[in-house]
C-alpha cells in the first residue's frame, strides 16, 4: 500500500491557532500560556563564545533590544506563520517597514518604476528621499501597461504600485469620492441613495475584499458634518468651500496653547521661533483651505496669547509701564495700562498693549502670518 495513504502528511493548522499560538510555547517555568511583554534591552549570554556567535549574527537569538526582542520575534513568527512565509521583521510604522523593503532590494544606481496613484507618504519616499541616495523612480499612470512596459529599464529592480480595486469598484458604479488608505468618503444625492450606496459598499468590502468596516466611522451624513483627512466643506449661504474640520481647529488649538504656555520660563523670542516652525508645517498643509477668515481669526488669536506671555514676563508695574513707553505708548495711557487689574487675556486685549505689540512687533520677530500663506 502506498505510505502516503497510510500516513497523510499532517495538517496545516487552521488560521485562527496560528493567530493565536504561532511563534510561541508555553513557559518552561510556570506553564503561562500568554506570551509575556519582555521589557529588558539587553541579554545574559552564557559564556563569552555565544556572545560573540550572537554577534556575529551565526546562532539566531538576542543581544539588544533595539534589533531584537523576544515579545516582538514572537509577533514577526507568528506573522510568517500565517502568511506561509520563511521570515517576517516587525517595523514601527508602514512607511518604515517600505523603507526597509525598498532600500533591502535597491541599491544606488537602481530604479523604480511606480504607479503616479500612491499614498502621499508612499510617494514622497519615492520622489524625495531615495533619489538622495541614488535610486531614482518613474511614476506612470496604474492602469496604462504599455506605459509600465515603456518605463522599465536594464538598471529596473522594482515595479511598485497600491491596491486600487475599491477605486476601480466605486468609478465603474459611477461615484464620486475622495480615499486615502482606508478613508474615504462617497457623495450621492440624497439620505436614501447614501444608505443603499453604504450597504451594497459595506459589502463589497468584507465579501469581496476580505476586509472589516469600521462601523462607528462609517455613517450617512451631510458633506459638512463630516470630516476627511482634517477638511470638511461648509454650507449655509456659501456652501460647498473646503474648510479646515473642527476637530483639526481644536488640535490646532491645543498645540499652540502647549507651545505658548506663560509658565515655561522662555523668552517671546524663542517661543515665536519654536512656533513658526509648527505654524509653517501645518499652514502646509491646510493652505488647501477655502476659508480664509478661518486663518484671520487664528492669526489674530496667536498673537493675542503672545501679548499675554510678554505681558506677564514683564511682571510689575515699573517695567510694563516703561516698556510701553519704550514702544512710543503716551504717558497717561502707559500709566492706566500698567496699573490695569486686568488679568493678562483681558489687558491684552486693551489698546496700550495692541498698540506696543502690534502686528508688524511679530512680523519683525518671525511670527508666520497664516492668512499670507493662503493661496486659494
Known amino acids: 500500500m502506498d505510505q502516503s495513504r497510510r500516513h497523510p502528511p499532517p495538517k496545516r493548522p487552521h488560521p485562527d491557532t496560528l493567530a493565536v499560538h504561532a511563534g510561541q510555547s508555553p513557559d518552561p517555568a510556570t506553564g503561562a500560556r500568554a506570551v509575556p511583554i519582555y521589557q529588558s534591552a539587553s541579554f545574559v549570554f552564557p559564556d563569552a563564545d555565544t556572545a560573540a556567535a550572537l554577534f556575529n549574527m551565526e546562532v539566531p537569538g538576542h543581544v539588544y533590544s533595539r534589533l531584537s526582542n523576544p515579545t516582538v520575534a514572537v509577533l514577526e513568527e507568528r506573522i510568517a506563520a500565517l502568511e506561509g512565509g520563511v521570515g517576517a521583521i516587525a517595523t514601527a510604522s508602514g512607511q518604515a517597514a517600505l523603507h526597509l523593503a525598498l532600500v533591502t532590494l535597491m541599491g ?25 541616495f541614488g535610486i531614482e523612480t518613474t511614476f506612470v499612470p496604474a492602469r496604462d501597461l504599455g506605459a509600465w512596459r515603456k518605463a522599465i529599464r536594464p538598471e529596473t529592480r522594482l515595479l511598485f504600485g497600491e491596491s486600487e480595486e475599491l477605486d476601480k469598484e466605486l468609478e465603474g458604479r459611477g461615484h464620486r469620492f475622495c480615499r486615502y488608505a482606508d478613508d474615504s468618503n462617497l457623495y450621492v444625492r440624497s439620505a436614501r441613495a447614501g444608505a443603499r450606496v453604504l450597504a451594497s459598499i459595506s459589502c463589497f468590502i468584507t465579501q469581496r475584499l476580505k476586509l472589516k468596516v469600521n462601523w ?29 474640520a473642527p476637530k483639526a481647529l481644536a488640535r490646532f488649538k491645543a498645540r499652540v496653547k502647549a507651545l505658548t504656555r506663560r509658565n515655561q520660563g522662555r523668552s517671546l523670542g524663542h517661543v ?13 498643509y491646510f ?4 476659508t480664509p477668515a478661518v486663518l484671520r481669526d487664528l492669526d ?4 493675542h ?24 505708548i503716551p504717558q ?9 487689574a486686568k488679568g493678562p487675556w483681558k489687558i491684552s486685549h486693551t489698546p496700550g498693549v495692541r498698540m506696543a505689540l502690534n502686528n508688524h512687533f511679530f512680523d519683525q520677530m518671525g511670527l508666520i502670518r497664516l492668512s499670507a500663506h493662503h493661496n486659494m
Not at 108 to 124: D, E, I, Q, T, W
Not at 332 to 340: D, K, M
Open 332 to 340: 497717561a495711557l502707559a500709566h492706566t495700562t500698567a496699573w490695569s
Open 287 to 290: 493652505e488647501f483651505c477655502q
Open 108 to 132: 544606488r544606481g537602481g530604479h523604480v518604476v511606480a504607479s503616479a496613484s500612491l499614498y502621499g507618504g508612499s510617494h514622497n519616499l519615492l520622489h524625495y528621499t531615495l533619489p538622495r
Open 305 to 328: 496669547r503672545l501679548r499675554c506671555l510678554q505681558w506677564k514676563h514683564w511682571k510689575v508695574y515699573r517695567r510694563r509701564k516703561a516698556e510701553l513707553l519704550k514702544r512710543g
Open 300 to 303: 489674530s488669536w496667536i498673537r
Open 272 to 284: 515665536i521661533t519654536t512656533l513658526s516652525a509648527y505654524l509653517r508645517g501645518w499652514i502646509g
Open 216 to 244: 462607528s466611522k462609517s455613517t450617512v451624513d451631510r458633506p459638512w458634518k463630516r470630516s476627511f483627512l482634517g477638511f470638511s466643506f461648509t454650507g449655509g449661504k456659501r456652501p460647498k468651500r473646503r474648510k479646515i
